[in-house]
């Protein structure tokens, strides 16, 4: 299901704010800035002095302040482990991670001519698991093998191979230069610029991910021919897809008891892909022959080779040439990556230990460099299982809609109390991965058919058609106004048009990259993806006012997680400090009513919560004083962390003792 979006208040601090359960910032208690004492500084702050130019990049400065951050929770980490919603979240999310990995290596299996197969894909899996949970900052991002960097391999064999390239050796060379690019960004604290990836970038990168899902789903379809074969495993494909969502549906509503619940929302889409395995094998189907997931030997690669790439197998010309193809491949890691990070820490999880972009690059570099050497597909954070997986780990409660006297109206809705946010559950399931390679489990998964792969394409890609932001603004742009309830925050904006207008640009962009991944030239496709930020960032404030983007788009994650790349942008607070821009009625009113007057921190064409940031703090992590004149904090932002650090002291909310429902697979945004 999807929860409820919420606010600062309940995720975590603001952009001033120290990790939840720590000292107040001393401007909360009337003291200034310039008087605080070291001893009042929340864990692993770090002042420095304001000003400076703004080309000056302290080098290390954001990884060094992420690994700070993060280090006091190191040992709880593990410690937390020890909590009834890891198993089934483990378990979940090998079968989530495993099952589209198996279907991407079908892909690249055939379109690499075998260069990578089931082995590569899985130990790319591993590889991600064991680094990120073990070393990363934010060990909940799930890092595997996914539809993007499926393109991008079998694009590049395309452009290599007829040329007699070493496709492997060339792969090395990209992963290589990526490290070396990764590192740099690392070390420069590129991550800062993330303040500016709203929902807005990646709800259409979302909508992108979605689409290749279900267009791999019909190519596995298309590639079985026209005979008995084909026609039994679009049965299997739908039938699978149409129990895989009955399962998740069913575990969202009301009928049975909670276990049943939530055994048919963790398990039914595995056990799903289990029963068709043999269903093909039943009556009359048994004689209909079945194109399955091809193997190799245990622990080996698919191709006749080791596991070591040899690199110097190469020309000079060809390792030069990698260095495009690497730029591609960082920028694409980059955006895909740290949108699969925010996404994972959303505003909708109350999570309550800090993040970490910076270190988090790093490690992404060093495990491309690795894969690249192994001759493995690169391996990044995934969606939809990053935020899956946080969700799986989610403990909620059943919030009753009372009415004024108390009398329930028979309604109720699951509102989240806290993260189970741990490292173990990420290292098993990539521990289990690991096991997945040994010869009998690989003789169970030659036994899948394709056709139960493609159905999995077709769930994934629907779910995640379902739970993206583009699907809710045109399903309520198709849906009857006199229907809508009148609550709906699309409705407060006036211009309706507007909503016409944010919509069709996210569907112009998701174009023109689904587009280009159709040509050769589709390894250009990240480039695309990144042009969104700017588009958001500088475009369209000239279209739309601060109070209709306030409405359409908002940050990604809670200003708690954004912290650790200087705050957010965007959101609803940037109505209270617009600048000049396209008339919207009842934004001055909207203001006044909220207690507040207007503000002179707008930086340029863009907004921010908290605080007004120095040039410098712009383009470095932040975690710096404010400038004397712009010290002051907002009476809301008080109200909210006031509001954070009693439900983070204590842990619990007031009815946690009542029914405890516990959610895995999901919507998520």
Known sequence: MSFPRQSGAETGAGPEYGPPGGPAPSSLTGKSKANKTPEAQPPGYVTRSDGGPWWRIRLFRGMVNDIRRRTPYYLSDWTDAWNYRVVPATVYMYF???????????????KTDMQFGVNEVL?????????FSVLACQPLVIVGVTGPITVFNYTVYDIMAPSGTNYLAFMCWIGLWSLVFHWILAITNSCNWLRYVTRFPCDIFGFYVAFIYLQKGIQVLE?????????????????????????????????????????????????????????????????????????SKSFFPTAD??????FWDIKLGEVFLAIPFAILLTV????????????????????????????????????????????LPFPNGLIPQAPFHTESLCVTEVVADDDENG???????????????????????????????????????????????????????????????????????????????PNHPLKSIKRRSAIWLFVAIELVGFGATFAITQTVAAVGFPIFIFALIPVRALLLPKWLSPHELSILDEPTASPFTMESVSGTYGGKEQVLDAPEGPSDSGNESEAKQAGRGPSASATGSGLFHGPRRSEEELAELGEARRRNDDSHLRVGDADAYGVARRR??????????????????????
Request: proline content about 4%; some cysteine.
């Open 407 to 485: 009398t329930g109206k028979g309604h109720y809705e699951f509102k989240a109390t806290h993260v189970v946010e741990q490292r173990v559950s990420n290292l098993a399931q990539g521990l289990l991965t690991l096991g997945t390679m040994s010869g009998p489990l690989l003789v169970v998964l030659h036994l899948i058919p394709q056709g139960v792969f493609a159905g999995l394409f077709f769930i994934m890609g629907f779910q995640a058609l379902e739970a993206n932001g583009i699907t809710d603004k045109i399903l309520f742009l198709c849906r009857d106004a006199a229907l809508t309830p």
């Open 96 to 110: 989530a991670n495993i099952l589209p990995a198996l279907a991407f290596s079908l892909d690249m299996i055939i």
């Open 223 to 295: 590639r079985l021919g026209d005979d008995a074969s084909f026609y039994l495993s679009v049965m299997v494909a739908i039938l699978v897809f149409a129990i895989a969502y009955a399962c998740g549906e069913l575990g969202k509503s009301s009928l049975f008891t909670h276990p049943v619940r939530v055994f048919l929302k963790d398990y039914g889409t595995p056990l799903t892909v289990v029963f068709f395995t043999g269903f093909v094998h039943m009556g009359k189907m048994a004689g209909v022959y079945q194109e399955t997931l091809p193997t």
């Open 305 to 310: 080779r080791g596991w070591f790439i040899h």
């Open 648 to 669: 983070n002291s204590t842990g619990r909310r007031a009815g946690d003792d009542d029914e405890i429902e516990m959610h895995g697979l999901g919507k998520s945004r």
């Open 123 to 131: 130990l790319s899996s591993v590889l991600g698991a064991v680094v």
């Open 332 to 375: 694409l890691f980059w955006f895909d990556h740290n949108v699969s990070s925010l996404i994972a820490q959303g505003t909708e999880f109350p999570l309550r230990k800090p993040a970490g972009f910076h270190w988090d690059l790093f490690l992404l570099g060093l495990t491309t460099g690795i894969a690249g050497l192994l001759g």
